[in-house]
């Protein structure tokens, strides 16, 4: 009895269970097919989280290289500012310098005059100009010396040619008193 109690609530059951299968099956085999598809998102869903990892990663790798770029870009930046700083104080120095050098060429130019200037009074070139002009006067002086007795020398002769003549006019005025009138009529009659 004990049996078949049992078999009779086993099959019970197993028509409980028939019954309860047929009432509940279409909602079971709803949920399979909602966990199926839940499954299926659930794997699509992680292979979309996988690639969007990987995009990431690259993302990460790109950020992280342009990061370095940009660390370079900035340094060649502030390079660069710093460059054009010191261009700019090189422009400001080089101005400054060639006003400086035009004012050396101004003042060199002046130095050169006064090198001129001075040239024309050589020490050198006087002392020669100076024993040239020595000589000269000393030739000149003995040219004039020379002069000098030649004219005292004549003067002389012309003063004892002059007293000849004065006394040979006396002479010829004693010995011929007429004879001195008698051309001046000549004379006056020519003329």
Do not use: C, F, W
């Not at 989280?49 to 342009?66: D, F, R």
């Amino acid at each position: 009895m004990s049996d078949s109690l049992s078999l009779n609530k086993l099959e019970k059951l197993v028509a409980m269970e028939t019954q309860l299968r047929g009432e509940y099956q279409q909602q079971l085999d709803d949920k399979d097919l909602s966990i199926t598809q839940l499954s299926d998102g659930k794997t699509a869903l992680e292979a979309r989280i996988t690639e969007l990892e990987k995009t990431v990663a690259t993302q990460l790798a790109t950020i992280t290289e342009l990061s370095g770029k940009s660390k370079d870009a900035q340094a060649l930046e502030q390079r660069n500012r710093e460059l054009h700083n010191r261009s700019d104080r090189m422009k400001e120095e080089v101005a400054t310098i060639k006003g400086r050098v035009k004012e050396l060429q101004k003042d060199l130019a002046a130095e050169r005059a006064e090198l001129v200037e001075l040239k024309k009074y050589d020490p050198q070139r006087l002392r020669k100009n100076l024993d040239a002009s020595k000589k000269k006067l000393a030739e000149k002086t003995k040219t004039g010396d020379t002069l000098q007795k030649s004219l005292t020398q004549v003067r002389a002769e012309n003063t004892q040619l002059e007293q000849k003549v004065k006394d040979l006019e006396a002479q010829l005025a004693e010995a011929n008193p007429e004879q001195e009138n008698q051309p001046e009529e000549g004379d006056q009659a020519a003329a």
